[in-house]
Nanobody
């Protein structure tokens, strides 16, 4: 089993920035890919950004140009830099490990409000 621990969430004003991190218990290089998802109240969980083991990245249209996903293999850490945050970015953000089995972290709350 792979354990994932997200951090970095919090309250930020519209237009602000946050960086989320996800530390994994196994070598991140052994994953097929890693991704960030989010789930807002009353909505289904949606993919925000994804990075493969060859560093191919994919973003949801709603965050393109504002979010950047990256991985630090030496630290077994997945990051999500978020800029120009909007109230509609408010959600619980989850880290996902994609491999033979998929694993999820417990999530970190991001609230964008003035």
């Amino acid at each position: 089993q792979v354990l994932l621990a997200e951090s970095g969430g919090g309250l930020v004003q519209p237009g602000g920035s946050l960086t989320l991190s996800c530390v994994t218990s196994e070598s991140i290089e052994s994953a097929y890919g890693m991704a960030w998802y989010r789930q807002a109240p009353g909505k289904t969980r949606e993919m925000v950004a994804r990075i493969t083991n060859i560093d191919t990245t994919t973003y949801a249209d709603s965050v393109k140009g504002r979010f950047a996903i990256s991985r630090d293999d030496a630290k077994n850490t997945l990051n999500l830099q978020m800029y120009n945050l909007r109230p509609e970015d408010t959600a619980v953000y989850y880290c996902r490990w994609e491999g033979r089995f998929d694993y999820w972290g417990q999530g970190t709350q991001v609230t964008v409000s003035s």
